[in-house]
């Protein structure tokens, strides 16, 4: 015991334990792959896109009474950008579009790179 392998000294005769130094094998880099081979590994994790148009606060109350027709106004005006959300995080603004009978957003305005590894952390 004690001999560098992360085991601890104890001495018997009172209980006292005392740490010893652990050592490590080194760290080579022989298996690792370059970073630009490791990006194929990420690229078919599914993400959860949204687009939101807007957001508000209501009470349970307010809610409870809602029905077919009614309107719930949203933090944003008319013609403002909408956000376009990866996991919850901003990555884009974008004005919203019809293609084939089915709404899109065209992105005016993408978050630099950095910015979104900021988000990140």
Sequence with gaps: MGNGDGTVQTDSSNGDVSPQPTSF???DNQGAVP???????VLDIPLQVTVQI???????????QL??????ELNKLAGEPMEVLVNNKLVA??????????FGIRLT???SPNQRIQ???
């Design 119 to 121: 988000q990140l952390g």
């Design 93 to 102: 603004r974008g004005e919203v579009v019809v293609v084939n009978e089915k």
């Design 25 to 27: 094998p080194p760290v």
């Design 109 to 111: 305005d993408v978050v």
């Design 67 to 72: 029905g077919q027709g009614s309107v719930i």
């Design 35 to 41: 970073a630009n081979k490791n990006i194929e590994f």
């Design 54 to 64: 807007g957001a508000t606060r209501m009470l349970i109350r307010e809610l409870l």
